[in-house]
């Protein structure tokens, strides 16, 4: 097996570092520290073809794969996890649901729009009381006509106040039922549709996190995404390229805390030496790089899978659970070796130890990532 990187790889990562370069690395530090979401970096992303990497051409994306996709990942969140995770969330959630399982008409719609940038996407599953315990969501809508009536609402949802367009799944039938779910793409200024509190996180604080709320929000049947009930089944094959996504965000924080320690440990003297020559130091570093490439091996076989259109619940589920959980002991290990000064804003491990914390969260946490994988071999 060989993933050795292609023509398009390449130029995906050249000129993400010379976007990051110019347009993220001189304002990251102010979006953190304020919390703002630079929608602006979204737009030029959008204009490089960045936030429809998987969308065909003939709806105005990139047409390209899921290693082409995993590579921009992987390079934007080497210099900054929330941009990666915004871009990662628009392409694999929102744009991704409708790509997947929308009608032509909807395709039509509203992928142009998400594939440059000219909307941004959010996607909605995960409720106040019911996180990874999807079946007993509360946010309900009740046929009425030819429309749904919709009312509850979902919380750390990506992009819930500056989103343009977002995909939500909602109960249509019983408590527990995997077939009584249903998803509507609902467009942002429909009435009672609207943003509630904006969360104060601890990492990757530039990714906009807010609760969305539906009170009395009608919605029309033609944005149903699919025919009822099928609103669970289609977001579960949704996160199968979501882990992916948090995967490859998890493999970038990781090479980047990797590189600004090994970078650090040549600088930085102590009795008259590099302290990379001290075997503690090596060491970790050693550890450090070994544990990136297998996260870099298992989620570019997901990808690959994902490629050939192959069932990858297990392969995603353990790039995921892997590559993230790697992304927190680099961080960690990062801090220090950058000893002291890891500790402080002045430096760049610390971001990468909060923004990394995130990857074992996001897309259920560790322990359902290991409870998929435990299912999938014990079957």
């Not at 990251?28 to 490089?48: C, I, N, T």
């Not at 039938?173 to 904006?198: L, W």
């Not at 997901?302 to 490629?307: E, I, L, W």
């Not at 000064?341 to 990532?369: F, H, M, N, V, W």
């Amino acid at each position: 097996m060989e993933f050795k990187q292609t023509e398009n790889q390449r130029m995906i990562a050249d000129m993400i570092r010379d976007f990051g370069a110019r347009h993220i690395k001189p304002y990251m530090r102010a979006w953190d520290d304020s919390q703002e979401f630079p929608v602006e970096v979204f737009k030029k992303l959008g204009e490089l073809g960045l936030m429809g990497v998987l969308v065909p051409t003939q709806y105005g994306g990139s047409g390209f794969g899921y290693l082409e996709y995993v590579t921009a990942i992987a390079e934007i969140s080497k210099i900054d996890g929330s941009i990666g995770l915004s871009v990662a969330a628009h392409n694999s959630l929102c744009t991704g649901h409708i790509l997947q399982f929308g009608s032509e008409e909807q395709k039509q719609k509203y992928l142009p729009k998400l594939a440059t940038a000219e909307w941004l996407g959010a996607w909605g599953l995960t409720e106040p009381n019911t996180g990874s315990d999807a079946g007993n969501m509360r946010t309900v809508a009740v046929q009425d006509g030819d429309y749904w009536v919709i009312n509850g609402a979902k919380n750390f949802i990506t992009h819930g106040k500056s989103g343009n367009v977002a995909v939500v799944i909602v109960r249509t039938g019983e408590v527990g039922d995997s077939h009584g779910m249903s998803a509507f793409i609902i467009e942002k200024g429909t009435p009672g549709f609207s943003a509630g509190r904006k969360e104060d996180k601890l990492g990757m604080r530039a990714s906009e996190t807010t609760e969305l709320i539906f009170e009395d929000c009608r919605v029309h049947s033609s944005q149903m995404i699919g025919n009822v009930g099928e609103g669970f089944i289609q977001a579960m094959k949704v996160l199968d390229g979501g882990r992916i996504s948090i995967a490859a965000l998890s493999l970038g924080i990781a090479q980047g805390a990797f590189a600004a320690a090994l970078a650090y440990s040549q600088e930085r003297h102590q009795f008259n030496k590099p302290i990379s020559d001290f075997q503690g130091i090596a060491f970790k570093l050693a550890d450090m790089s070994t544990e990136i490439e297998a996260a870099a091996l298992l989620t570019y076989q997901a990808a690959d899978m994902k490629n050939r259109g192959l069932d990858v619940n297990k392969e995603s589920a353990m790039a995921k659970y892997y590559a993230s959980e790697v992304a927190v002991r680099t961080a960690t290990e990062g801090v220090q070796i950058f000893g002291g000064y890891g500790y402080t804003k002045d430096y760049p491990a610390e971001k990468y130890y909060r923004d990394a914390k995130l990857c074992t969260i996001g897309e259920g946490t560790s322990e359902i990532q290991k409870l998929v994988i435990s299912r999938a071999i014990l079957k």
